[in-house]
């Protein structure tokens, strides 16, 4: 009997922990994914567009090709890159990792 309690009451707090993830009643999970979706396009950015920050990427003839379909990002991405202290601490600090 003792066993098929502890059975039912893992259960429940399995289901719990399911459906507090797949609802995601705290809000948390959007908001990461949310970040997450931030970083990527920052890093695509710079990959592309780096040269308007100082850093020397070969392919800036390439992504020129890109530039009419992503001004409208552009400009808060320049602005939001150039008031941030560093990229590489800002990434660093987004993976708990010391620059």
Known sequence: MNKFIKFIKSTIEN????FEGALDLKGNLT????????NTKDEFL???FGDLLGI????SYYALELLPHLED???GWQK???DSKSIWEQKGGDLDVDP
């Open 15 to 18: 289901l719990g922990m399911f």
């Open 31 to 38: 908001d990461k994914i949310e970040i997450e979706i931030d």
């Open 46 to 48: 710079i990959l592309c």
């Open 56 to 59: 020397d990427i070969p392919t």
């Open 73 to 75: 990002e552009l400009s």
């Open 80 to 82: 939001r890159m150039l």
